[in-house]
C-alpha cells in the first residue's frame, strides 16, 4: 500500500513555469519508479514523464519532451515535474503513480501502475 499526494498546480500564463511535487508515504519509496500522467476534461488519462528507481533514467511525452522535467529527492520521499514553457494544451489534473512492484522499469502505460494521487489542477491561460 502506497498513499502518494500531489501539490503544486496553478494557474500560470503561457511560458511560464510550475513545478509539481508528489509526496510519497512507505518505507521503500527508493525502490519505486514513478510516473506522472494527466487527464484533461473529456479526456483520456495520457502518459506525461517516468523515472526510474535509481533516478538514472527518465522518459518524456513526445508532447513535453525538452519542456518538462522529472526529478525525484529519495530522502524526501518526492517525486518532481519541473513545467517550463507550458502552453494552453498542457492544461490538465496531473496525476503521479507508483508501480505495485519494487524495482520495476519506467513505463509509459496506464496498466503499469497500482497506486495513484489524486490529481493536482494546471491550468494555463493564453
Known amino acids: 500500500q502506497v498513499q502518494l499526494v500531489e501539490s503544486g498546480g496553478g494557474l500560470v500564463q503561457a511560458g511560464g513555469s510550475l513545478r509539481l511535487s508528489c509526496a510519497a508515504s512507505?518505507?521503500?519509496?527508493?525502490?519505486?519508479?514513478m510516473g506522472w500522467f494527466r487527464q484533461a476534461p473529456g479526456k483520456e488519462r495520457e502518459f506525461v514523464a517516468a523515472i526510474s528507481w535509481g533516478g538514472t533514467r527518465t522518459s518524456y511525452a513526445d508532447s513535453v519532451k525538452d519542456r518538462f522535467t522529472i526529478s525525484r529527492d529519495n530522502a524526501k520521499n518526492t517525486v518532481y515535474l519541473q513545467m517550463n514553457s507550458l502552453e494552453p494544451g498542457d492544461t490538465a489534473v496531473y496525476y503521479c503513480?507508483?508501480?505495485?512492484?519494487?524495482?520495476?522499469?519506467?513505463?509509459?502505460?496506464?496498466?503499469?501502475?497500482?497506486?495513484w494521487g489524486q490529481g493536482t489542477q494546471v491550468t494555463v491561460s493564453s
Open positions: 503513480a507508483a508501480p505495485g512492484a519494487r524495482y520495476a522499469p519506467t513505463s509509459m502505460e496506464r496498466t503499469a501502475y497500482d497506486y
Open positions: 512507505g518505507r521503500t519509496f527508493s525502490s519505486y519508479a
